[in-house]
């Protein structure tokens, strides 16, 4: 995190300590933290905690680097939060965390462009229309094209690239090859044929694209560049007289705990979970300071939050969001759904056929 970030960490920390004088904290920065993490913890010079969002807590608790605390989390604790983050710090059966904040990607448009943001999908596919003009350089839409930044449409359907409670792919279901069809058919026309990230990204902040998808990390660069943006969940899609919601991958901020959290820190230990992960005051200082999006309930209506337009989009975005898998088995997943999307928008092959092998691909990889 960035140092201003990590500020707001260390005086919250500081505010604990006074309301808590027996119980202190020490933060520290690491990088390459999974590596750092993965060497330190088996040798017992790990640290008690440490935050990262919650798609480590598979593969971490399978490697028995955290300790779980199921003894400590009360049977309504999860109330507390949103769906998407209530499942999101337990694993098989097992809580390993709490939840702080969480992240999702939000149609993020220019004003001085869009004067009114799309209400639906197809108000969102007039306007691609409207700006799209490639011999001048103009798109109508500017998006990383990748598994985690198409999955909103993919996944629009009720199709998934991998089901976390069966631990099995689902490219190959009509619903999936549905979603990127949609993508590839009423999106992908309108924009820049380019997969590189920070190209798509340009074309937005140059003011090259009315609209771009990403994540509440791109809006620090947004406002450098100095857009007069908003923010929108993407669009709800009508087909056939039905209604679907995109449900692009959600991740949560979570503090985990480690193997080596010694047992008579435990309550000091949860002590500080609890008072982070539920305290009003906390979730609204890193929403006002970090542009954290709130993931506990009794703060969703708090006006100084939902006045900030950037936080409302993205907080009304993640309640469709689709909780990134948590399964070690996930890791097999991305490669051959990357692979697939570059052979379609290569057009090496068929939507059919880059999904059927990127299917059996990662079925050969989990069956190991």
């Known amino acids: 995190m960035g140092q201003a970030e990590a500020q707001t960490f260390q005086d919250l920390i500081s505010e604990f300590e006074i309301e808590h004088p027996n119980i202190q904290i020490k933060m520290v920065y690491k990088a390459n ?3 750092a993490l993965k060497a330190a913890i088996p040798a017992g010079k790990g640290p008690d905690l440490f935050i990262w969002a919650h798609d480590w807590i598979g593969k971490f608790a399978e490697g028995g680097l955290l300790k779980p605390i199921d003894s400590y989390v009360p049977s309504n604790f999860s109330d507390n939060f949103i769906p998407l983050a209530q499942d999101a710090f337990e694993y098989k059966g097992h809580y390993y965390a709490v939840p702080f904040a969480a992240e999702t990607v939000a149609l993020i448009y220019n004003k001085d462009m869009v004067k ?26 500017a998006s990383p094209v990748d598994a985690y930044f198409i999955s909103g449409w993919v996944q629009a359907f ?3 690239y991998f089901n976390d409670k069966t631990e099995q792919p689902g490219l190959n279901l009509t619903q999936t090859i549905e979603g990127f069809k949609f993508f590839f058919n009423n999106i992908w026309p309108y924009m820049a044929h380019t997969t590189d990230y920070n190209t798509q990204v340009s074309l937005f902040t140059d003011g090259n694209a009315p609209m771009m998808v990403n994540g509440p990390w791109i809006i620090s660069k947004v406002k450098e560049a100095g857009i007069n943006f908003g923010v929108e969940p993407l669009p709800p899609i009508t087909m056939n007289g039905q209604t679907y919601s995109p449900r692009p991958y959600g991740g949560v901020k979570l503090i985990y705990v480690t193997a080596n959290a010694p047992d008579d820190k435990m309550q000091a230990i949860w002590t500080f979970l609890k008072w982070f992960s539920t305290s009003d005051d906390v979730a609204t200082t890193l929403a006002l300071q970090n542009g954290y999006v709130p993931v506990l309930k009794s703060v969703y209506n708090n006006p100084d939050i939902t006045s900030d337009p950037v936080l409302k989009g993205f907080m009304d975005a993640v309640q469709h969001a689709y909780l990134m898998p948590k399964s070690v088995k ?22 059919e056929q880059a999904l059927q092998d990127a299917q059996q691909q990662i079925l050969k990889a989990i069956s190991g």
């Open 158 to 160: 009720g199709g998934y």
């Open 330 to 351: 996930m890791a097999a997943v991305w490669g051959p759904v990357g692979q697939a999307i570059t052979n379609i928008v290569g057009g090496k092959q068929t939507i």
């Open 33 to 35: 933290l999974e590596t």
């Open 116 to 141: 009114n943001p799309p209400k639906n999908f197809d108000e969102m596919k007039q306007i691609m229309q409207q700006y799209y003009d490639p011999n001048n350089g103009k798109y109508g839409l």
